[in-house]
């Protein structure tokens, strides 16, 4: 499976949640799910990806011309019957409900938000009892019961967390009271899809602490980083904006169902 250079173009432009994926996936590293069939045409790509932890479909969409990107996004749906979209155009989305041939049962947004080694800002006032690490096997336990007091499925992402993507945990003494990790990343940009504080440290600097290390840490070793936040959490993008990520995209995912 394999783009030409102007689709590549399009994906590296775009940089919402369905290109960060696609490019993870094309140019480097992406192990929440596996990509099971790709499109495209002109000014446009689709990718059909599957859960590595459920029995959910995600069909990723980017196009800057997007009727082939519908007609294949529908004959998607037409097959798999039911799937999450993600694109940062809810006009497609849009459209496709218009036709009657779609059911829209949930839908997400995100900002997309981004920094650079030039404009991060380091955040200073660290907590003294905080110290933080690169995960390793010694911590899947550690991690998964951390990842537990969210939920089950997340807890069983916590060996690949570590073993597949970058994970850099917050400790107080032998706790391991936060964790940052990677979803995808490639030689040029990480994207760190998930930051989680334990509920009892909420409200102590762990959370901005644990993005900043971790932000710094991804600089390090690549010139960009990307995070991705739900639109009305507004308590994660003011810190996050306190480091200087910016927004680089808005994106959707509807979860939908083909009719008939």
Same mark, same amino acid.
């Given at each position: 499976?394999? !783009? ?20 993870g996936q ?8 596996s990509l ?6 002109? #000014? ?36 798999? #019957? ?17 036709? #009657? ?43 998964? =019961? !951390?990842?537990?007091?969210? =939920? ?6 916590? =060996? ?15 706790? !391991? ?20 504080? =334990? ?24 010139g960009r ?36």
């Amino acid at each position: 499976m394999s !783009l030409g250079e102007g689709q590549l173009r399009l994906l590296r432009e775009t940089m919402d949640m369905a290109s960060i994926f696609m490019l993870g996936q094309l140019e480097g590293t992406q192990w929440l799910s596996s990509l099971e069939d790709l499109a495209a045409g002109d #000014g446009w790509v689709v990718g059909v990806f599957r859960s590595n932890y459920s029995d959910d479909y995600f069909v990723d969409v980017v196009c800057s011309r997007c009727d082939g990107a519908a007609e294949e996004l529908l004959r998607v749906l037409r097959d798999r #019957g039911r799937a999450w979209a993600n694109t940062s155009r809810l006009d497609l989305i849009q459209a496709l409900l218009r036709t #009657g041939d779609v059911i829209l049962e949930d839908v997400v947004a995100f900002h997309v938000m981004e920094v650079d080694r030039d404009t991060f800002r380091k955040f200073e006032v660290v907590p003294s009892f905080l110290s933080f690490s690169v995960l390793d096997e010694h911590n899947i336990e550690e991690l998964r =019961d !951390l990842l537990s007091k969210w =939920d089950e499925a997340r807890a069983a992402m916590a =060996d690949d967390m570590i073993m597949r993507g970058t994970a850099i945990g917050a400790w107080d003494g032998d706790r !391991l009271v936060a964790v940052a990790a990677t979803y995808a990343v490639t030689d040029s940009w990480w994207y760190l899809g998930s930051l989680f504080v =334990d509920p009892e440290y909420r409200g102590r600097k762990v959370g901005i602490s644990m993005s900043s290390v971790a932000t710094e840490e991804a600089l390090a070793r690549a010139g960009r980083a990307y995070i991705s936040v739900e639109v009305d959490n507004v308590r994660s993008i003011a810190v996050n904006t306190l480091l200087n990520y910016r927004p680089r995209a808005l994106s959707y995912s509807a979860l939908l169902t083909a009719r008939g």
